[in-house]
């Protein structure tokens, strides 16, 4: 059974940091790309950054780019998402995403992904 566990999350203030996990089980770690959106209140999950498995690549939404940086264990099966200099419309609940390959142009396609984990918040006060 594949299973996604995010961790990490909670509250901080503007201009802090926070780092997040992402515990993947249920599969083979190094064939399938891992991903992380967010959901603010109200609106609609959005990609994060994207770690692909396949060749190594990263990817940021231009929203985060720059002070977030995602990062993997492989010895862990864990994929981490350092997020540093967080403002307030960080805030939202954060899940990470696994499918088996997905193209750098592609990444924060929500519908491209099979399975997510059941999401980690966090509120950015300021």
């Known amino acids: 059974e594949v299973q996604l566990v995010e961790s990490g999350g909670g509250l901080v203030q503007a201009g802090g940091s926070l780092r997040l996990s992402c515990a993947a089980s249920g599969f083979t770690f190094g064939d399938y790309d891992i991903v992380w959106f967010c959901q603010a209140p109200g609106k609609e999950r959005e990609g994060v950054s994207c770690s692909s498995r396949h060749d190594s690549s990263t990817s940021y939404s231009d929203t985060v780019k720059g002070r977030f940086t995602i990062s993997s264990d492989n010895a862990k099966n864990t994929v981490y998402l350092q997020m540093n200099s967080l403002k307030p419309d960080a805030t939202g609940v954060y899940y990470c995403?696994?499918?088996?390959?997905?193209?750098?142009?592609?990444?924060?396609?929500?519908?491209?992904?099979?399975?997510w984990g059941q999401g980690t918040q966090i509120i950015v006060s300021s």
């Open positions: 995403g696994a499918v088996r390959s997905v193209s750098a142009q592609s990444w924060d396609k929500i519908y491209k992904y099979d399975y």
